[in-house]
């Protein structure tokens, strides 16, 4: 059963660099898309970009100057920086699994709180 | 980007009610619709996916079905696990978005 789990400060201050870790155990990193979603109650469910096992991307235009998603150095994790953020960025951050570019996200993290507030 | 309208944005209702949620879409998206359901502090599940297939696991209460832009999840006799919010997702083009959600909520 692939799991996943997000790990990273709880609490950001108004402009630095959000960074989160997601671990994968439990199945291949290979071959599968790996994206962060983020759910606000003003914005409800944004998808933020994916990394291919490869280390392609792509993320929302949205977000795309603030966003950088990789592989991590770990072979079994992958992370997110999202840089110059602001209070409208406070969310639950989810990690997600797709096995195709523009696929149902499978498996998900439980989630993690990003608050940003100084 | 292409919107997914949700409605109603919540309903109350009975176990054994029959519920019925719809998901319209901005564009024509095929059947590149998902629908989710997500309970209080977890992350979102996937119950149907091409619009009207069922995921493994999932109650043959759910049921999905489409009509040009319009999708329909139906859950044909609510149960008491199956209170929760639900999205809609389109993976026809990127990004993918998803809907604005539907509480169901205990009458």
């Known amino acids: 059963q692939v799991q996943l789990q997000e790990s990273g400060p709880g609490l950001v201050k108004p402009s630095e660099t959000l960074s989160l870790t997601c671990t994968v155990s439990?199945?291949?990193?290979?071959?599968?898309?790996w994206s962060w979603i983020r759910q606000s109650p003003g914005k409800g469910l944004e998808w933020i970009g994916f990394v291919y096992y490869t280390g392609t991307t792509n993320y929302n235009p949205s977000l795309k100057s603030r966003v950088t998603i990789s592989m991590g150095t770990s072979k079994n994790q992958f992370s997110l920086k999202l840089t110059s953020v602001t209070a409208a960025d406070t969310a639950v951050y989810y990690c997600?699994?797709?096995?195709?570019?523009?696929?149902?996200?499978?498996?998900w993290g439980q989630g993690t709180l990003v608050t940003v507030s100084s | 980007d292409i919107q997914l309208t949700q409605s109603p944005s919540s309903l109350s209702a009975s176990v054994g009610d029959r519920v019925t949620i719809t998901c319209r879409a901005s564009?024509?998206?095929?059947?590149?619709l998902v629908w989710y359901q997500q309970k209080p502090a977890k992350a979102p599940k996937s119950l149907i996916s091409?619009?009207?297939t069922l995921q493994s696991g999932v109650p043959s209460r759910f049921s999905g079905s489409r009509s040009g832009t319009d999708f329909t999840l139906t859950i044909s006799s609510l149960q008491p696990e199956d209170f929760a919010t639900y999205y809609c997702q389109q993976y026809k083009t990127y990004p993918p978005t998803f809907g604005g959600g539907t509480k169901v909520e205990i009458k």
């Open positions: 564009q024509d998206i095929d059947t590149w």
């Open positions: 439990g199945g291949s990193i290979r071959n599968n898309y």
């Open positions: 091409a619009a009207s």
């Open positions: 997600a699994r797709a096995p195709g570019g523009l696929l149902p996200f499978d498996y």
